[in-house]
Structure formats: C-alpha cells, structure tokens
C-alpha cells in the first residue's frame, strides 16, 4: 500500500528556510550566494521543497516532501513536527 502525503491545511503559507538538503540521493546545501533551499507549505497544506536562486522568489525546482514517491529523503533543519 502506497503512503500518502498529509496535509497540514493549519499551515498553509508558511515559508522556512532549509540548509540542507538529500532529493533523489543526492546532497544539497544553502550556500545563499547562488540558492537558498526553502520549505513551503502550499495553500492546501502540502509540503514542499523549492530551489530558489537568490534574489528571486520563483523556485527553479520545486519537490513534493512525503508519500511512497517523494524524491526528498531529508530536510535540515526539521521544523515540521
């Protein structure tokens, strides 16, 4: 049985920063110089993870955080308890 991605609808809107983070194995850092990482919880309360490059505010890549295929395997630091 696949697991599903939860919903957090309470926090909707909120934006953290991430320092690091491992999508699809691989590891990657905040250096803000070039990309900030941020964790974003959609209007809906989904979570996701957004490579931002810095200085703009559309992400360049963005990944659904949860559920049997999601390509993230860890965020840094965890605020989503």
């Not at 209007?43 to 490579?51: I, S």
């Not at 490059?53 to 990944?63: D, N, Q």
Request: proline fraction near 5%; hydrophobic fraction near 40%; glycine fraction near 10%.
């Amino acid at each position: 049985m696949e697991r599903e991605r939860i919903a957090k609808p309470e926090r909707a809107g909120e934006r953290h920063r991430v320092d690091y983070a491992v999508v699809e194995g691989r590891g990657h850092v905040a250096d803000g110089k070039d990309v900030e990482i941020w964790a974003r919880f959609d209007d809906a309360g989904y979570l996701w993870l957004d490579f931002v490059s810095v200085g703009t505010t559309e992400p360049k890549a963005s990944y659904p955080v949860g559920g049997e295929k999601s390509a993230v395997q860890r965020i840094d630091p965890i605020l989503f308890v």
